[in-house]
């Protein structure tokens, strides 16, 4: 809660100026926002694409650890028909029903009971495969900064690509000029290529525009409860997590480097 500060109206309507013909909603955890989001979406004109960011635990989302102990991963997910929609439910549902400890959590016997119909992706710097390539940059309480494993990051990949299938599994590319995400990128093009697992470029937005990154850090200290001349407090490490146009993008993530990598992101 408090993480986002994009209104829906607003962020669909960002996305049609640019003329992105689709806009994904990816609530950490949970799937409130979604019937608002696909009215306000289906009215701008723009595809709306459900999905979550979801806490996956590689334990059992039945164990409890202590909190010092418990590890759990980012992990972007999309409904990519009615099926996967339906398992989307399924799985945010059982996530607070029999894996609530401190955030929804999900598991792997989960994600492989429900995968049909669904899309993931390797996520953001939280995730289980960048956080196996050695995030030392920690930006919340879900990194760790655990030591670089290369071969684990490319074992975890390969799992998850066998649980959502070949075509449904992408390496995702973020780069919001925070020098963790530019650290592993060579990694996750190596494991894109070990794995044939096709790439995609996303911009992990938070709010619609440039100029509303004051206010939104703002929000995070009443998340947290900190004041925002507190050195050590829980936030971002750049002000690019705003809608980028399609040009930015391909600036970002040119064709030559990164193959496919904005193209895969049209539906």
């Known amino acids: 809660m408090l993480d986002g500060a994009a209104r829906v109206n607003d962020l669909v309507e960002a996305v049609a100026a640019d003329g992105q013909p689709a806009v994904a ?3 950490h955890g949970v799937l409130y926002g979604v019937v608002d989001f696909m009215k306000a979406a289906k009215s701008a004109g723009v595809k ?3 999905g979550i ?3 996956v635990t590689p334990g059992s989302r039945f164990e409890q650890r202590p909190r010092r102990d418990d590890v759990r991963y980012h992990m972007s997910i999309l409904a990519e028909n009615e099926t996967g929609y339906r398992n989307l439910i399924k799985l945010a549902s059982l996530a607070y029903t029999e894996g609530y400890y401190y955030k929804p959590r999900m598991d792997v016997e989960l994600l492989s009971r429900y995968s049909e119909g669904l899309i993931a992706t390797t996520g ?13 940059d920690i930006a919340d309480e879900d990194q760790r900064g655990q030591e670089r494993d290369f071969d684990a ?5 390969a799992m998850y690509q066998d649980i959502f299938g070949r075509d449904n599994f992408f390496v995702e590319l973020q780069d ?3 020098p963790a995400q530019r650290k592993i990128m060579d990694d996750l093009l190596d494991i894109a290529r070990r794995i044939d697992a096709p790439l995609l470029a996303a911009n992990d937005s938070h709010y619609t525009h440039a100029h509303e990154a004051e206010a939104h850090d703002a929000l995070l200290c009443i998340q947290t409860g900190s004041v925002k001349s507190e050195e050590k407090r829980f936030k971002f490490h750049s002000q690019e997590f705003y809608i980028k146009s399609s040009r930015q993008m391909r600036e970002l993530f ?14």
Request: hydrophobic content about 40%.
């Open 25 to 27: 909603i990816t609530d």
């Open 48 to 50: 709306p694409i459900i």
């Open 53 to 55: 960011e979801a806490y």
């Open 124 to 136: 953001c710097l939280g995730g289980h495969v960048p956080q196996l390539l050695g995030v030392d």
């Open 153 to 157: 990051a490319l074992t975890a990949a």
């Open 176 to 178: 919001h000029g925070i």
């Open 254 to 267: 040119p064709q030559d480097r990164y193959p496919d990598a904005c193209d895969n992101t049209l539906w």
